[in-house]
């Protein structure tokens, strides 16, 4: 947070259920290989692609994880 900025401007965009630590690295991972892609011609592509998101249950989102 920038000094004097006001803590409400930060809570604003702020979501205390994540790592901010995480996120920050995780998005520096994706950027770097985009544009590694398209401003370097580095073949990156393997580090963009994620795996199919698995589908849900019937009923499996109704009720938390660790019930």
Same mark, same amino acid.
């Given at each position: 947070?920038?000094?004097g @900025? &006001?803590?409400?401007? =930060?809570?604003?965009?702020?979501?205390?259920?994540?790592?901010?630590? /995480?996120? +920050? +690295?995780?998005?520096?991972?994706?950027? @770097?290989?985009?544009?590694?892609?398209?401003? %370097?011609?580095?073949?990156? #592509? #393997? =580090?963009?692609?994620? &795996? *199919?998101? /698995?589908?849900?249950r019937?009923?499996? *989102?109704? %009720?938390? @994880?660790?019930?």
């Amino acid at each position: 947070m920038l000094p004097g @900025a &006001p803590v409400e401007d =930060y809570m604003h965009y702020a979501e205390p259920a994540w790592n901010e630590h /995480r996120i +920050n +690295n995780i998005n520096q991972h994706f950027v @770097a290989a985009f544009l590694g892609i398209h401003l %370097k011609g580095i073949d990156y #592509k #393997k =580090y963009l692609d994620l &795996p *199919a998101p /698995r589908p849900l249950r019937v009923g499996q *989102a109704s %009720k938390p @994880a660790w019930l």
